[in-house]
Nanobody, 124 residues
Framework: QVQLVESGGGLVQAGGSLRLSCAAS????????MGWFRQAPGKEREFVAL????????LYSDSVKGRFTISRDNAKNTVYLQMNSLKPEDTAVYYC?????????????????WGQGTQVTVSS
């Protein structure tokens, strides 16, 4: 069955870095756009970044642009999110998701599969 398993979350001080990983199985990873979303307590889920399966083009939210980098390794069926210069407002549960449609989307409901999430906490 389809599985997306995130890892790499944790507690870090402001200005620090974390690298999230998402291991995928049960579908043809190399043909799916992969995205990262996050949800902070009391807030709606928001788009963070995505990477297209074909040309590896990327999109980022304005709040993380220049600080976060999304990448993927199709041989390992894994997508990564390198997070640098972390801020307390980056604190959230981070989810990876897979989108099989040909067009890029920042809209969560467009995504077909979701992981369970990993907690990222940034202390000030």
């Amino acid at each position: 069955q389809v599985q997306l398993v995130e890892s790499g979350g944790g507690l870090v001080q402001a200005g620090g870095s974390l690298r999230l990983s998402c291991a995928a199985s049960g579908f043809t990873f190399s043909t799916y756009t992969m995205g990262w979303f996050r949800q902070a307590p009391g807030k709606e889920r928001e788009f963070v970044a995505l990477i297209r399966w074909s040309d590896r083009s990327t999109l980022y939210s304005d709040s993380v642009k220049g600080r976060f980098t999304i990448s993927r390794d199709n041989a390992k069926n894994t997508v990564y999110l390198q997070m640098n210069s972390l801020k307390p407002e980056d604190t959230a549960v981070y989810y990876c998701a897979a989108d099989g449609s040909p067009t890029l989307s920042r809209v969560g409901r467009r995504y077909d599969y979701w992981g369970q999430g990993t907690q990222v906490t940034v202390s000030s």
